[in-house]
């Protein structure tokens, strides 16, 4: 079964600063991954997505991840932060096995706090 | 493009009553998915259909819960009876494709809370 671990429940960073929020998966088959941000009383938005190709890979607002296949790791990162980058982020794994569905399962969410 | 429709927004009932939940998918989107997020939790898949065909409604408790997509186009979600551990929000999302790497576009969510 795949699954996604966010091992952070909170991350503090100051603005201006590099943060990264961390996402490791579980897959049969290839991994194809996700980040999403929510923010309060909202849906979730789409940042960014791995599928193949370069290992880092760049979305929206600024963010960017790097895919890396040894550790099993899709981790989020942003060279400077903004405080209006706070909001709850959630990393999701689809398993790209042939025949194994495309169900996206997320973690658990890592909640960013950008301080002035 | 307008985004995923879904109401109401807030919903607060009774245990053992009965609630649904509407959604309008992004118009040409032929996938349509039903997620539960828990407080503290990631949004769990309860039910994705294809058109209208559903694809996957393993998480779906189906002795409570109840979803269909008559036209391919828009949703409904239903719970009867409702208990104090469905109290949640729910997402709806829909995707062009069910392609594995089409990402999925969320409503605001139905926040509900039941007493």
């Known amino acids: 079964a795949q699954s996604v671990a966010q091992p952070e429940d909170q991350v503090n960073v100051a603005e201006g600063n590099p943060l990264t929020v961390k996402c490791t998966y579980s897959v049969s088959g290839n991994p194809y991954l996700f980040w999403y941000v929510q923010y309060p009383n909202r849906g979730l938005q789409f940042l960014l997505k791995y599928i193949t190709g370069d290992n880092l890979v760049k979305g929206s607002y600024g963010f960017e991840a790097e895919f890396n296949k040894s550790q099993t790791s899709f981790h989020l990162k942003k060279p400077s932060a903004l405080v209006s980058d706070s909001a709850l982020y959630f990393c999701a794994v689809r398993d790209g096995v042939t025949g194994g569905g495309n169900k996206l399962t997320f973690g658990t969410g890592t909640q960013l706090k950008v301080e002035l | 493009e307008a985004g995923v429709a879904q109401s109401p927004r807030y919903k607060i009932i009774e245990k053992r009553q009965s609630v649904a939940f509407w959604c309008n998918p992004i118009s040409g989107h032929a996938t349509l998915y039903w997620y539960q997020q828990i407080l503290g939790q990631g949004p769990k898949l309860l039910i994705q259909f294809q058109n209208n065909g559903v694809v996957d409604d393993s998480q779906l408790p189906k002795d409570r819960f109840s979803a269909e997509r008559l036209k391919g186009v828009d949703s409904t979600l239903k719970i009867q009876p409702a208990k104090l551990e469905d109290s949640a929000v729910y997402l709806c999302?829909?995707?062009?494709?069910?392609?594995?790497?089409?990402?999925?576009?969320f409503g605001n969510g139905t926040r509900l809370t039941v007493t």
């Open positions: 999302a829909s995707s062009l494709d069910p392609g594995a790497n089409s990402p999925l576009h």
